[in-house]
């Protein structure tokens, strides 16, 4: 079944049909709401609650639309809600990651510390569409639907936020991994076209 | 290209949103300067360095729906048929009809009601209200109805409500809905509550919800969809639906308003496990039992506004109970 026949189904109550769809989205869900709260028991729970929620909430949903950016903006609320209602803050990606990195983990450490102190200090309405792209990896289009925003404003947001890393981005260590990684790296890419 | 043209460029090519024509452009500045190319540099480098953390691992998909589909079984129905969608306007509108209308006046009427459709039927985000034990929240919902939350309760809603207005309890809640033609349906765990216009009252915890309507009429049935019973509840009555069961018949309450509105307490032959619950629910004190075989005595009484204390003294004078304070809550032990 394609998702719009899926949606349809979900709508008449096809219970079958829910967890095609949930099979779907399972795993990126999972892992988007593991990035903001950590506590893997917490992400069941609140993964849970968000399909049963979308479940008695079916009236609302619409065939004609993509679900995705519905899906991702009702996980949005609920963690939202519940980082709000326990006074917890996000997870800082520096603790979510593993505690061996590898050979190259200290530039890496550094980076994601550095990331984090940059993502505390930024509007939440900014850190938003940065995880998105970069972390979940929608486009912006995605974005624009998923926040109800225009895709100007999700280009203009993603812009302030780069300004934000470049201008605390002097450390010469970090300089130094730049251009060791950067140089044969911009080659590359355009032989790679790495464009639409 | 100012400063702020490049940034966006930069940052197009990276995130792999930019088009041919735009990698042209890129292209271009780049072979301008060294300088250039070393600022792409900085950014390409910070950029491509930042990967999503991935779990080390995820609970399998089947295990995980295990949970959902069985609290699922008891999914909520959906009530009368012209909540579905399929009697809408909107759909007539789109579906092939349109085609029958001619020339510039169809067109028209397609960007018109796109217009409309754009505007008036906008994607709903889910949104989420909770609240924990000692809490109380007021909400006001996009038609503008009420919903008092009681403490340890959560309550979801659509941005912006449709063709019917759903919301979704686990807990306790007054709701004070305005009349606006469509229907209003509470969904909780195992039932639904669907009014027009009215002041009632659901408490929905543990498989059972209690209705409690004080002004109007509410329809009550089961979520099981296998069980179409429903029951009418006018203003003063009351009704619940225990699991999977149709809904009780109505009985008169006697109180005007509903009693945790006022912080007052009514039990009926209440099992002191669910009284000790909901004063745990409202004082966020502990309350706990030395044997459990007191959890099943019963008691039936009316607490105004009182102290967590004077409750405790009058339950305890009442069933010949004591109870004491440990430094981390309530203990209730027999004489």
């Known amino acids: 079944m394609s998702e ?23 795993r990126q869900l999972y892992g988007f709401i593991w990035r903001r709260i950590g506590d893997k028991d917490s992400v069941e ?34 963690i939202k809600n519940y980082l709000k209602s326990r006074s917890l803050k996000e997870k800082r990606i520096s ?102 | ?65 295990f949970k959902v589909d069985a609290k699922l079984q008891n999914g909520t129905d959906t009530g009368s048929e012209d909540i579905l969608n399929k009697g809408s306007l909107f759909s007539r509108l789109f579906g092939k009809p349109v085609y029958a209308i001619s020339g510039a006046i169809g067109f028209a009427l397609i960007v018109l009601f796109t217009c409309i459709y754009l505007f008036v039927f906008d994607k709903p985000q889910i949104l989420y209200y909770s609240t924990g034990n000692g809490q109380k929240l007021e909400i006001t919902l996009p038609d503008g109805s009420k919903v008092q939350l009681n403490a340890d309760s959560k309550v979801s809603f659509p941005e912006r409500f449709r063709n019917s207005r759903d919301i ?19 969904h909780t765990q195992n039932a639904s509550v669907q009014v027009k216009g009215t002041k009632f009252n659901v408490n929905a915890r543990n498989r059972k919800t209690h209705v409690m309507v004080t002004e109007g009429a509410v329809l009550l049935k089961s979520a099981n969809p296998s069980n179409n019973a429903s029951v009418l509840l006018h203003a003063g009555q009351a009704s619940m639906c225990l699991n999977e069961s149709a809904p009780v018949k109505p009985v008169q309450f006697k109180n005007k308003t509903i009693p945790w509105l006022n912080n007052i307490f009514v039990f009926e032959n209440t ?19 030395a044997d459990p075989s007191l959890e099943t005595t019963t008691l039936t009484g009316e607490f105004g506004q009182q102290n967590l204390e004077e409750i405790l003294k009058t339950i305890c004078l009442s069933l010949n109970l004591k109870y004491k304070y440990n430094g981390t809550g309530y203990i209730i032990y027999s004489n």
């Open chain 1, 4 to 26: 719009q026949e899926l949606i349809t189904a979900v709508k008449n109550s096809d219970a079958a049909a829910f967890k095609e769809l949930g099979k779907l989205y399972y």
């Open chain 1, 45 to 78: 729970d609140l993964l849970q609650d968000l399909f049963l929620n979308i479940w008695r909430l079916r009236n609302n949903l619409d065939e004609k639309r993509s679900v995705k950016p519905y899906l991702f903006a009702a996980a949005n609320n609920l």
């Open chain 1, 95 to 196: 603790e979510l990651l593993p505690d061996d990195l590898g050979t190259d983990s200290h530039g890496e450490k550094e980076l994601y510390n550095y990331l984090d102190d940059v993502l505390s200090g930024i509007p939440e309405n900014q850190k938003i569409v940065f995880l998105m792209n970069k972390f979940e990896g929608f486009k912006y289009s995605e974005i624009a639907e998923m926040l109800n925003i225009s895709e100007k404003t999700v280009e203009s947001r993603m812009s302030k936020i780069l300004k934000t890393l470049r201008d605390k981005f002097r450390s010469a260590k970090l300089l130094l991994i730049s251009l060791i990684v950067g140089i044969p790296g911009i080659w590359a890419i355009f032989k790679s076209g790495n464009y639409n």
């Open chain 2, 1 to 65: 290209m100012n400063k702020k043209e490049i940034d966006i460029l930069i940052l197009r090519f990276v995130s792999g949103e930019a088009t041919k024509a735009e990698a042209k452009q890129l292209e271009l500045w780049l072979s301008e300067s060294d300088a250039n190319r070393a600022y792409f540099n900085k950014i390409k480098s910070v950029w491509s360095n930042i990967k999503a953390p991935e779990p080390d691992s995820i609970p399998d998909f089947e295990n995980f729906w």
């Open chain 2, 168 to 186: 979704s309890l686990d807990g306790e809640a007054y709701f004070s809905v305005t009349k606006n033609g469509s229907p209003f349906i509470v």
């Open chain 2, 271 to 289: 099992p002191l496990k669910e009284i000790s619950d909901e004063l745990i629910r409202h004082y966020n004190i502990n309350i706990k039992f």
